[in-house]
């Protein structure tokens, strides 16, 4: 069994915050295959041929207790991470594994239960604030406009999820570096530079 974990806040007012693109985009996928979503104590789950996605119900600083409590319910192979990163432009995508925190609670969090080579990882760029702390700017909801940009990206996504669920992280790897070819035009077949290795 393979997992899929989001990272976002659970309570309902947090719904359409930045800090909970993650969740915005596994709902999406779910929506997509007509998947519902069962309650266990510490996450929202789904089950998807050799695949759980979860929701953690913790709120984002505390997401490592679900990742725990997954791990001993299910006998997890590989681990898969959707989070929001305020380090990369509004709708940007980066596919990695490993990597630091980047100072995101959430990651911190899962970094107590797992090391970051054990993690893989679906950024999702929410951008930076040029006026609010980033405390704020995280929980502040998208206008509905904004986050209208984050349709293709959002499917993008939900792309990458099945090819997760169909193939394995490879394949999301090869998938992503055809996507940045065609994206930005680079003949470069990195998935990520050492620019990019900074970010983190």
């Known amino acids: 069994m393979r997992l899929i974990l989001a990272l976002g806040n659970h309570p309902i007012r947090y719904q359409n915050t930045r800090h909970n693109i993650g969740f915005i985009c596994l709902d999406h996928w779910a929506d997509s295959h007509n998947l519902g979503f069962s309650s266990d104590d510490l996450y929202d789950y789904t089950i998807f041929r050799n695949v759980v996605a979860i929701k953690p119900k913790t709120y984002m600083n505390q997401s490592g207790k679900a990742l725990r409590a997954a791990l001993l319910r299910w006998n997890i192979s590989e681990s898969l991470i959707i989070h929001d990163d305020i380090e990369l432009q509004p709708q940007d995508l980066r596919v990695r594994s490993g990597g630091g925190d980047g100072g995101h609670n959430g990651l911190k969090s899962l970094f107590e239960v797992l090391p970051p080579s ?83």
């Open 118 to 200: 054990d993690l893989r990882r679906i950024r999702i760029g929410i951008g930076r604030s040029s006026s609010l702390p980033v405390d704020k700017y995280v929980l502040q909801e998208f206008e509905p406009d904004e986050l209208k940009k984050y349709d293709e990206c959002i499917n993008r996504v939900s792309n990458f999820l099945d090819t997760y669920v169909n193939r394995d992280f490879n394949a999301v790897l090869n998938e992503y570096s055809q996507y940045k070819k065609s994206y930005s035009g680079e003949k470069s077949t990195r998935i990520e530079s050492p620019k990019e290795e900074k970010d983190d």
